[in-house]
């Protein structure tokens, strides 16, 4: 689908974003490619810095190959689960009471960013599919109710949400600080840092306020104005369709399959070892994480017959991913074995101050995110070297942690990479909604390079 050309400010800014958009489309390879190509380059990198044979390298990237495994199914189990979630019957419900909220074209822009913003602190695997099915639904009431909405600003401000996503609940590097024993563990000195200290900090917080009220005022601001030609959703097209997970029942096993007293035990279960994790003094990490929203989806569903569903609908999401992080695992053991995170850390160090440490990671990470937009992986590659040049500044390693974060989150606004399921339900392409999510990009860039100017100082 591709929006027409709109007058004045809209067109100006389409000519600005076109050379962009003609970039990302035509060299912007996929994301299992740049891990290939980041692989041998940190390959030649180890060779040729340090003092490390070919040999090493390979040694270093075979041991390294496995060094993730438990992380790499904690990110995987976040975005299934989040998938799953968004997708049962009481989510959907709710989305489609949400999409009667909004009574004209500025709140819907503004509604649909601010509830994607929301889901994304919740977990960023709802958040990066709440926005777009909201965005579909609030098009359809809209049409219903007689006014007009352009419906590519709308896909574009429920995927913007996505931009505090590393700031909230699930955010992959916090959690990953916060958990014993994680591949962070060797710079953390075998420490851990309670997410108290990141996710949880009254200055995170606020940073993820400024951002969500910025970018509304922005995505506000930037609407079509009456007159402006806009894309609306086909009158063809209505509320997706969500696939129905009942099954026949005919023998006793699809009665027992059909029933909630399953799921609601299993449920019940780990809410009850939640609390008792909580009150004995245990921390929020990435398994706990899990197992709240595992709870939650258990409690929702109708029955194992739903819950086998979901799994399969959500599952096609995670293959990509799942190939992806033992390569990312195996750059990792590259590095470490070869001593380039201390090389890279010392580099970094020389270009920093303390003052201005926590921007210059926040730069420095938006453009590793183009080459690893998984931020679970980004952490993999960056968070030891980030972590050790703030040892070295004497910068309390929190900062470093959330500047990683920042940046991760922040170039999602152009990086195709997460985009593409927001746009595969959308029916659009990236260079739809591209003009939109750089104005996301600028904004929320400047919030948060303040903050982290602000609490470095």
């Not at 109710?145 to 931009?163: K, N």
């Amino acid at each position: 689908m591709s929006t027409p050309s709109a007058p004045n400010k809209t067109s100006s800014r389409r000519s600005v974003m076109r050379p962009i958009n003609r970039f990302l489309e035509r060299w912007i390879p996929s994301a299992l490619t740049f891990a290939i190509v980041l692989t041998i380059i940190v390959a030649i990198l180890a060779m040729t810095l340090t003092q490390t044979s070919p040999v090493d390298v390979v040694t270093g990237w075979g041991d390294g190959l496995a060094g993730l495994l438990a992380f790499i199914t904690q990110m995987c189990l976040i975005l299934l689960l989040g998938y799953m979630l968004a997708n049962t019957r009481p989510v959907r419900k709710l989305l489609g009471w949400l999409a009667s909220v909004p009574t004209g074209p500025g709140t819907a822009y503004v509604f649909v960013f601010v509830v994607g913003a929301i889901a994304s602190l919740i977990t960023w695997g709802l958040g990066l599919i709440v926005g777009t099915l909201l965005a579909r639904e609030i098009a359809v009431k809209a049409r219903k109710r007689g006014y007009r909405v352009h419906f590519p600003l709308l896909v574009a401000a429920g995927y913007s949400g996505f931009v505090v996503w590393h700031m909230g609940y699930s955010g992959s590097g916090p959690l990953t600080a916060a958990t014993p024993d994680s591949f962070l563990a060797p710079a953390l000195d075998d420490e851990i840092i309670p997410v108290s200290q990141t996710i949880f900090s009254s200055w995170n917080m606020l940073a993820a306020l400024a951002v969500i009220v910025v970018v509304a005022v922005l995505f506000f601001l930037i609407r079509p104005k009456s007159g402006d030609p806009i894309y609306e959703l086909p009158e063809t097209v209505g509320s997706e369709e969500r696939d129905e997970a009942d099954e026949a029942v005919v023998t006793p096993a699809d009665r027992i399959d059909a029933s909630r007293i399953l799921t609601l035990i299993l449920g019940l279960a780990l809410v009850a070892y939640l609390i008792v994790h909580f009150v004995q003094g245990g921390t929020l990490t990435l398994d706990i994480v899990n197992w709240s929203f595992l709870a939650l989806i258990l409690l929702l569903v109708k029955n194992p017959f739903e819950l086998i569903h979901l799994t399969k609908k959500a599952a096609s999401n995670v293959g990509e991913i799942l190939l992806q992080f033992p390569l990312y695992a195996g750059i990792l053991g590259i590095m470490s074995s070869s001593g380039l995170i201390t090389l890279f850390s010392d580099a970094f160090v020389s270009i920093s101050t303390p003052t201005t440490f926590g921007v210059l990671a926040l730069l420095s990470a938006g453009i590793v995110n183009f080459f690893v937009p998984s931020g679970g992986g980004q952490f993999a590659v960056q968070g030891p070297i980030m972590i050790d040049a703030a040892h070295q500044l004497g910068v309390d390693p929190s900062i470093a942690i959330m500047a990683v974060a920042y940046g991760d989150q922040w170039t999602n606004m152009i990086q195709p990479f997460w985009a593409l399921p927001v746009l595969a339900i959308a029916g659009l392409k990236m260079r739809d909604i591209l003009g939109y999510t750089f104005v996301t990009l600028l904004g929320s860039g400047v919030v948060m390079a303040a903050v982290l100017l602000i609490v470095s100082l």
